[in-house]
Nanobody, 126 residues
Framework: VQLQASGGGLVQAGGSLRLSCAAS????????MGWFRQAPGKEREFVAA????????YLADSVKGRFTISRDNAKNTVYLQMNNLKPEDTAVYYC????????????????????WGQGTLVTVSS
């Protein structure tokens, strides 16, 4: 079972990137999916999450209005559209699946997620 994040890169402030997270080995269509990020010297932090059916989304205050999370269960893939990027968005971005399927409310806790991939690096220059 693997979650493979991709789409990172170097972008200037104000630019956009779209991250993808493809699952292999099993389906997560019944699980909340989340995006997290970790900057050098900092703890991993929650960025966004989406419910199993895509109806409910939750974004960290720091990215509201700039980032959008979506999913395509037919492709077993989750996306993170990042617009108006800022230098403080620089980090390695990880996707993960909620440990428990059919959760009724979103969780933002790192410990509630599993199947972490190696992440994708996003660098925003000023």
């Amino acid at each position: 079972v693997q979650l493979q994040a991709s789409g990172g890169g170097l972008v200037q402030a104000g630019g956009s990137l779209r991250l993808s997270c493809a699952a292999s080995g099993r389906t997560f269509r019944n699980n909340y999916m989340g995006w997290f990020r970790q900057a050098p010297g900092k703890e991993r932090e929650f960025v966004a999450a989406i419910s199993w059916n895509g109806v409910s989304t939750y974004l960290a205050d720091s990215v509201k209005g700039r980032f959008t999370i979506s999913r395509d269960n037919a492709k077993n893939t989750v996306y993170l559209q990042m617009n108006n990027l800022k230098p403080e968005d620089t980090a390695v971005y990880y996707c993960a699946a909620d440990r428990f399927p059919w959760r009724s409310v979103v969780t933002t806790k790192v410990g509630d997620y599993d199947y972490w991939g190696q992440g994708t690096l996003v660098t925003v220059s000023s």
